[in-house]
Protein backbone atom coordinates (compact mmCIF):
# COMPACT_ATOMS: atom_id res chain seq x y z
CA UNK A 1 0.00 0.00 0.00
CA UNK A 2 1.39 3.16 -0.83
CA UNK A 3 1.72 6.31 1.88
CA UNK A 4 -1.78 8.56 1.70
CA UNK A 5 -3.13 11.15 3.16
CA UNK A 6 -6.77 12.85 3.30
CA UNK A 7 -7.80 15.97 3.81
CA UNK A 8 -11.66 17.08 4.48
CA UNK A 9 -12.55 20.56 6.60
CA UNK A 10 -10.19 21.04 9.14
CA UNK A 11 -8.88 17.38 9.05
CA UNK A 12 -5.81 15.31 8.09
CA UNK A 13 -6.30 11.46 7.88
CA UNK A 14 -2.85 10.07 7.28
CA UNK A 15 -3.64 6.68 6.76
CA UNK A 16 0.36 5.09 6.59
CA UNK A 17 0.99 6.78 10.11
CA UNK A 18 -2.21 5.65 11.04
CA UNK A 19 -3.30 9.68 12.54
CA UNK A 20 -5.88 11.35 13.02
CA UNK A 21 -5.21 15.54 12.98
CA UNK A 22 -7.48 18.61 13.53
CA UNK A 23 -5.85 21.51 12.76
CA UNK A 24 -2.33 19.87 12.62
CA UNK A 25 -3.46 18.54 16.58
CA UNK A 26 -3.51 14.51 16.99
CA UNK A 27 -6.45 13.18 18.03
CA UNK A 28 -6.63 10.14 20.84
CA UNK A 29 -8.89 7.64 17.78
CA UNK A 30 -8.66 3.84 18.74
CA UNK A 31 -7.44 1.39 16.23
CA UNK A 32 -10.39 -0.15 15.56
CA UNK A 33 -12.33 3.25 14.54
CA UNK A 34 -8.94 4.58 12.54
CA UNK A 35 -9.50 1.26 10.50
CA UNK A 36 -13.46 2.54 9.98
CA UNK A 37 -12.97 5.83 9.63
CA UNK A 38 -10.27 5.02 6.68
CA UNK A 39 -12.60 2.76 5.58
CA UNK A 40 -15.19 5.31 5.22
CA UNK A 41 -13.37 8.05 3.96
CA UNK A 42 -11.47 6.51 1.20
CA UNK A 43 -15.09 5.47 0.09
CA UNK A 44 -16.07 9.34 0.46
CA UNK A 45 -19.47 9.62 -1.35
CA UNK A 46 -19.92 5.69 -1.54
CA UNK A 47 -22.04 3.68 0.72
CA UNK A 48 -20.41 1.10 2.86
CA UNK A 49 -22.20 -1.14 3.96
CA UNK A 50 -22.78 -2.39 7.75
CA UNK A 51 -21.08 -6.15 6.08
CA UNK A 52 -17.96 -4.33 4.98
CA UNK A 53 -17.74 -2.71 7.99
CA UNK A 54 -17.21 -6.30 9.84
CA UNK A 55 -15.34 -7.34 6.45
CA UNK A 56 -12.98 -4.97 6.82
CA UNK A 57 -12.30 -3.37 9.99
CA UNK A 58 -13.68 -6.07 12.03
CA UNK A 59 -12.16 -9.03 10.10
CA UNK A 60 -15.06 -11.57 11.02
CA UNK A 61 -15.01 -11.00 14.64
CA UNK A 62 -18.43 -11.76 15.41
CA UNK A 63 -19.92 -8.16 17.02
CA UNK A 64 -23.60 -7.22 17.63
CA UNK A 65 -24.56 -4.01 15.52
CA UNK A 66 -24.65 -2.06 18.19
CA UNK A 67 -20.20 -2.25 18.23
CA UNK A 68 -20.89 -0.38 14.64
CA UNK A 69 -23.23 2.10 16.04
CA UNK A 70 -21.12 3.04 19.03
CA UNK A 71 -18.21 3.06 16.43
CA UNK A 72 -19.95 5.58 14.54
CA UNK A 73 -21.29 7.38 17.40
CA UNK A 74 -17.70 7.95 18.47
CA UNK A 75 -16.37 9.10 15.21
CA UNK A 76 -18.96 11.61 15.39
CA UNK A 77 -18.10 12.98 18.67
CA UNK A 78 -14.09 13.41 17.62
CA UNK A 79 -15.21 14.85 14.43
CA UNK A 80 -17.64 17.58 16.04
CA UNK A 81 -20.88 15.51 13.72
CA UNK A 82 -24.35 15.47 14.42
CA UNK A 83 -26.51 12.50 13.33
CA UNK A 84 -29.91 15.23 12.80
CA UNK A 85 -27.50 17.24 10.89
CA UNK A 86 -24.40 15.47 9.32
CA UNK A 87 -21.22 17.10 7.97
CA UNK A 88 -19.27 13.69 7.58
CA UNK A 89 -20.80 10.79 8.14
CA UNK A 90 -24.32 10.01 7.07
CA UNK A 91 -26.23 7.34 7.90
CA UNK A 92 -28.36 5.51 5.29
CA UNK A 93 -30.83 3.59 7.41
CA UNK A 94 -30.75 -0.36 7.21
CA UNK A 95 -27.60 -0.40 5.22
CA UNK A 96 -24.83 1.32 6.39
CA UNK A 97 -22.86 4.56 6.06
CA UNK A 98 -21.54 7.16 3.79
CA UNK A 99 -18.78 9.69 4.11
CA UNK A 100 -20.00 13.16 2.59
CA UNK A 101 -17.53 15.90 3.46
CA UNK A 102 -15.40 17.15 -0.13
CA UNK A 103 -12.19 14.81 0.64
CA UNK A 104 -8.78 15.72 -0.86
CA UNK A 105 -6.25 13.05 -1.74
CA UNK A 106 -5.25 9.75 -3.79
CA UNK A 107 -8.32 7.36 -3.54
CA UNK A 108 -7.71 4.13 -1.73
CA UNK A 109 -9.43 0.95 -1.24
CA UNK A 110 -9.45 -1.35 1.14
CA UNK A 111 -7.28 0.98 3.46
CA UNK A 112 -7.48 -1.36 6.26
CA UNK A 113 -6.18 -4.50 5.23
CA UNK A 114 -3.20 -6.56 6.23
CA UNK A 115 -0.62 -3.29 6.45
CA UNK A 116 -3.00 -2.56 9.32
CA UNK A 117 -2.73 -5.18 11.42
CA UNK A 118 1.11 -5.12 11.73
CA UNK A 119 0.41 -1.65 13.52
CA UNK A 120 -2.36 -2.99 15.49
CA UNK A 121 -0.15 -5.91 16.36
CA UNK A 122 2.50 -3.11 17.84
CA UNK A 123 -0.18 -0.97 18.91
CA UNK A 124 -1.12 -4.15 21.25
CA UNK A 125 2.60 -5.10 22.73
CA UNK A 126 3.11 -1.09 23.43
CA UNK A 127 -0.35 -0.77 25.29
CA UNK A 128 -0.19 -4.09 27.51
CA UNK A 129 3.55 -3.86 27.85
CA UNK A 130 3.63 -0.31 28.92
CA UNK A 131 1.05 -1.41 31.77
CA UNK A 132 2.90 -4.11 33.05
CA UNK A 133 5.70 -1.53 33.76
CA UNK A 134 3.68 1.00 35.26
CA UNK A 135 2.67 -2.27 37.41
CA UNK A 136 5.70 -3.37 38.32
CA UNK A 137 6.54 0.58 39.72
CA UNK A 138 3.71 0.28 41.61
CA UNK A 139 5.02 -2.72 43.38
CA UNK A 140 8.29 -0.99 43.58
CA UNK A 141 6.29 1.70 45.49
CA UNK A 142 4.29 -0.55 47.73
CA UNK A 143 7.47 -2.72 48.50
CA UNK A 144 9.49 0.28 50.25
CA UNK A 145 6.19 1.06 52.14
CA UNK A 146 6.00 -2.55 53.70
CA UNK A 147 10.08 -3.22 53.21
CA UNK A 148 10.81 0.01 55.85
CA UNK A 149 7.51 -0.99 58.18
CA UNK A 150 8.62 -4.51 58.67
CA UNK A 151 12.47 -2.77 59.10
CA UNK A 152 10.65 -0.59 61.90
CA UNK A 153 10.54 -3.84 63.83
CA UNK A 154 13.07 -5.09 66.78
CA UNK A 155 15.30 -6.98 64.24
CA UNK A 156 17.30 -10.40 64.84
CA UNK A 157 20.66 -10.20 65.12
CA UNK A 158 22.41 -10.16 61.67
CA UNK A 159 19.30 -9.20 59.95
CA UNK A 160 19.76 -5.47 59.09
CA UNK A 161 16.73 -3.34 57.73
CA UNK A 162 18.51 -2.66 54.42
CA UNK A 163 17.98 -6.39 53.71
CA UNK A 164 14.31 -6.96 54.76
CA UNK A 165 13.13 -3.27 52.38
CA UNK A 166 15.37 -5.39 49.48
CA UNK A 167 13.74 -8.77 50.04
CA UNK A 168 9.68 -7.14 50.95
CA UNK A 169 10.62 -4.98 47.67
CA UNK A 170 11.20 -7.74 45.27
CA UNK A 171 8.51 -9.67 46.59
CA UNK A 172 6.51 -7.20 45.49
CA UNK A 173 7.89 -6.25 42.46
CA UNK A 174 7.45 -9.57 41.31
CA UNK A 175 4.39 -10.17 42.41
CA UNK A 176 2.44 -6.57 40.75
CA UNK A 177 4.40 -7.53 37.49
CA UNK A 178 2.65 -10.55 37.19
CA UNK A 179 -0.48 -8.96 37.75
CA UNK A 180 -0.06 -6.27 35.63
CA UNK A 181 0.75 -8.62 33.17
CA UNK A 182 -2.70 -10.21 33.44
CA UNK A 183 -4.96 -7.42 33.66
CA UNK A 184 -2.99 -4.95 30.88
CA UNK A 185 -2.36 -7.87 28.65
CA UNK A 186 -6.42 -8.38 29.36
CA UNK A 187 -7.42 -4.42 28.72
CA UNK A 188 -5.66 -4.37 25.75
CA UNK A 189 -6.87 -7.83 24.25
CA UNK A 190 -10.47 -6.07 24.77
CA UNK A 191 -10.20 -2.66 23.33
CA UNK A 192 -8.64 -4.21 20.64
CA UNK A 193 -11.60 -6.03 19.96
CA UNK A 194 -13.97 -3.61 20.41
CA UNK A 195 -12.34 -0.70 21.54
CA UNK A 196 -14.95 1.72 23.04
CA UNK A 197 -16.82 -0.33 25.11
CA UNK A 198 -16.21 -0.06 29.09
CA UNK A 199 -17.87 -3.20 29.28
CA UNK A 200 -15.24 -4.67 27.15
CA UNK A 201 -12.10 -3.15 29.10
CA UNK A 202 -13.85 -3.45 32.32
CA UNK A 203 -14.47 -7.77 31.68
CA UNK A 204 -10.92 -7.80 29.91
CA UNK A 205 -9.17 -6.23 33.14
CA UNK A 206 -10.93 -8.82 35.37
CA UNK A 207 -10.78 -11.49 33.34
CA UNK A 208 -6.89 -11.28 33.38
CA UNK A 209 -6.89 -10.55 36.72
CA UNK A 210 -8.43 -13.92 37.53
CA UNK A 211 -6.42 -15.99 35.37
CA UNK A 212 -3.40 -14.65 36.54
CA UNK A 213 -4.44 -14.31 40.63
CA UNK A 214 -5.78 -18.02 40.51
CA UNK A 215 -1.97 -19.38 38.75
CA UNK A 216 -0.54 -17.26 41.17
CA UNK A 217 -2.25 -18.31 44.33
CA UNK A 218 -2.37 -21.95 43.02
CA UNK A 219 1.40 -22.50 42.43
CA UNK A 220 1.99 -20.14 45.50
CA UNK A 221 0.42 -22.57 47.75
CA UNK A 222 1.89 -25.74 46.25
CA UNK A 223 5.22 -24.23 47.11
CA UNK A 224 4.64 -23.73 50.81
CA UNK A 225 3.67 -26.76 50.91
CA UNK A 226 6.41 -28.72 49.29
CA UNK A 227 9.01 -26.22 51.21
CA UNK A 228 7.20 -26.09 54.43
CA UNK A 229 4.08 -28.95 54.63
CA UNK A 230 1.85 -25.94 54.99
CA UNK A 231 0.10 -23.43 53.77
CA UNK A 232 -1.87 -20.33 53.75
CA UNK A 233 -4.92 -21.20 52.47
CA UNK A 234 -6.49 -17.37 52.25
CA UNK A 235 -3.38 -15.33 50.39
CA UNK A 236 -4.63 -13.44 47.39
CA UNK A 237 -6.03 -14.96 44.48
CA UNK A 238 -8.05 -15.38 41.56
CA UNK A 239 -11.26 -13.20 42.92
CA UNK A 240 -8.97 -10.52 44.51
CA UNK A 241 -7.23 -10.46 41.11
CA UNK A 242 -10.89 -9.93 39.10
CA UNK A 243 -11.79 -7.44 41.75
CA UNK A 244 -8.66 -5.51 41.06
CA UNK A 245 -8.45 -6.34 37.54
CA UNK A 246 -11.84 -4.96 36.52
CA UNK A 247 -11.50 -1.76 38.78
CA UNK A 248 -8.31 -0.99 36.43
CA UNK A 249 -9.86 -1.51 33.60
CA UNK A 250 -13.08 1.04 34.37
CA UNK A 251 -10.00 3.26 35.05
CA UNK A 252 -8.21 3.35 32.08
CA UNK A 253 -11.45 3.40 30.37
CA UNK A 254 -12.52 6.50 32.52
CA UNK A 255 -8.65 8.40 31.86
CA UNK A 256 -8.94 8.21 28.17
CA UNK A 257 -11.99 10.37 28.31
CA UNK A 258 -10.89 12.96 30.72
CA UNK A 259 -9.38 16.04 29.91
CA UNK A 260 -6.30 17.84 31.35
CA UNK A 261 -2.70 16.86 32.03
CA UNK A 262 -1.46 12.81 32.90
CA UNK A 263 -1.77 13.30 36.83
CA UNK A 264 -5.55 14.48 36.31
CA UNK A 265 -6.06 11.84 33.97
CA UNK A 266 -5.43 8.99 36.09
CA UNK A 267 -7.15 10.14 38.98
CA UNK A 268 -10.77 8.17 38.04
CA UNK A 269 -8.13 5.30 37.77
CA UNK A 270 -6.87 5.79 41.71
CA UNK A 271 -10.16 6.06 42.80
CA UNK A 272 -11.50 3.54 41.06
CA UNK A 273 -8.46 1.18 42.36
CA UNK A 274 -8.81 2.62 45.65
CA UNK A 275 -11.90 1.87 46.05
CA UNK A 276 -11.13 -1.99 44.78
CA UNK A 277 -8.72 -2.39 47.29
CA UNK A 278 -10.67 -1.06 50.30
CA UNK A 279 -13.66 -3.28 48.95
CA UNK A 280 -11.47 -6.53 48.77
CA UNK A 281 -10.20 -6.95 52.41
CA UNK A 282 -13.64 -5.18 53.97
CA UNK A 283 -15.08 -8.51 52.36
CA UNK A 284 -12.65 -10.64 53.87
CA UNK A 285 -10.45 -11.29 50.68
CA UNK A 286 -6.22 -10.17 50.71
CA UNK A 287 -4.02 -8.34 49.51
CA UNK A 288 -0.53 -7.78 49.79
CA UNK A 289 -0.35 -6.47 52.82
CA UNK A 290 -3.18 -8.80 53.94
CA UNK A 291 -0.77 -11.68 52.62
CA UNK A 292 2.43 -11.12 54.12
CA UNK A 293 0.56 -10.59 57.64
CA UNK A 294 -1.19 -13.88 57.21
CA UNK A 295 2.35 -15.45 56.14
CA UNK A 296 4.30 -14.03 59.39
CA UNK A 297 1.34 -15.99 61.37
CA UNK A 298 1.42 -19.07 59.96
CA UNK A 299 5.73 -18.81 60.74
CA UNK A 300 5.67 -17.38 63.85
CA UNK A 301 9.30 -17.38 63.89
CA UNK A 302 9.80 -15.84 60.89
CA UNK A 303 11.37 -11.86 61.17
CA UNK A 304 8.22 -10.50 58.94
CA UNK A 305 6.25 -8.19 60.91
CA UNK A 306 3.58 -5.54 60.19
CA UNK A 307 2.26 -4.87 63.78
CA UNK A 308 3.88 -1.31 63.03
CA UNK A 309 1.21 -0.19 60.48
CA UNK A 310 -1.69 -1.69 62.59
CA UNK A 311 -0.25 0.97 65.81
CA UNK A 312 -0.84 3.45 63.49
CA UNK A 313 -4.69 2.69 63.44
CA UNK A 314 -4.36 1.66 66.88
CA UNK A 315 -4.84 -1.89 66.15
CA UNK A 316 -2.83 -4.72 68.23
CA UNK A 317 -1.48 -6.32 64.60
CA UNK A 318 -2.19 -5.67 61.57
CA UNK A 319 -6.25 -6.47 61.29
CA UNK A 320 -9.03 -5.36 59.45
CA UNK A 321 -8.80 -1.96 59.66
CA UNK A 322 -4.66 -1.72 58.26
CA UNK A 323 -6.01 -4.30 55.83
CA UNK A 324 -8.74 -2.31 54.26
CA UNK A 325 -6.60 1.25 54.66
CA UNK A 326 -3.19 -0.62 53.05
CA UNK A 327 -5.97 -2.15 50.65
CA UNK A 328 -7.13 1.01 49.44
CA UNK A 329 -3.20 2.22 48.84
CA UNK A 330 -2.23 -0.75 46.99
CA UNK A 331 -4.99 -0.71 44.52
CA UNK A 332 -4.47 3.15 44.30
CA UNK A 333 -1.15 3.16 43.43
CA UNK A 334 -1.55 -0.15 41.24
CA UNK A 335 -4.35 1.29 39.52
CA UNK A 336 -3.05 4.76 39.00
CA UNK A 337 0.36 3.52 37.74
CA UNK A 338 -0.80 0.76 35.34
CA UNK A 339 -3.53 3.59 33.94
CA UNK A 340 -0.56 5.82 33.36
CA UNK A 341 1.71 3.75 31.66
CA UNK A 342 -0.97 2.64 29.58
CA UNK A 343 -1.88 6.10 28.94
CA UNK A 344 1.62 7.00 27.78
CA UNK A 345 1.41 4.50 25.32
CA UNK A 346 -1.31 5.80 23.90
CA UNK A 347 0.08 8.67 23.57
CA UNK A 348 3.14 7.53 22.20
CA UNK A 349 1.86 5.73 19.66
CA UNK A 350 -0.30 8.91 18.23
CA UNK A 351 3.25 11.17 18.06
Keep these: MKSVSFRFDRFTLDVSERMLRRDGAALDVSNRYFDALALLVSEAGGLVSKDRFMDEVWRGVPVTDEALTQCIRTLRRELGDDAARPRFIETVPKHGYRFIADVEGAEVRNVAGPVMTDHRLRDFFALAGLGVIGGGLAGLLGGIFYGFAGAAQPLAPGMGAASIVLVLTSVSVLIALIGAAGVSFGIAAARFANSDAWQWTVGGGALGGLLVGGIVKLLGLDAFNLLLGQ ?111 MLLARRQLAD
Design 231 to 341: SPGNITGAPEGAVLGGAVGLGFWLSVRFEGTLFRKILPAALAGGIAGAVIPAMGGRLLGGSLALLSDLLPQSRLRLDQIGALFGEDGFDRISQIATGAMEGMLFAACVAAA
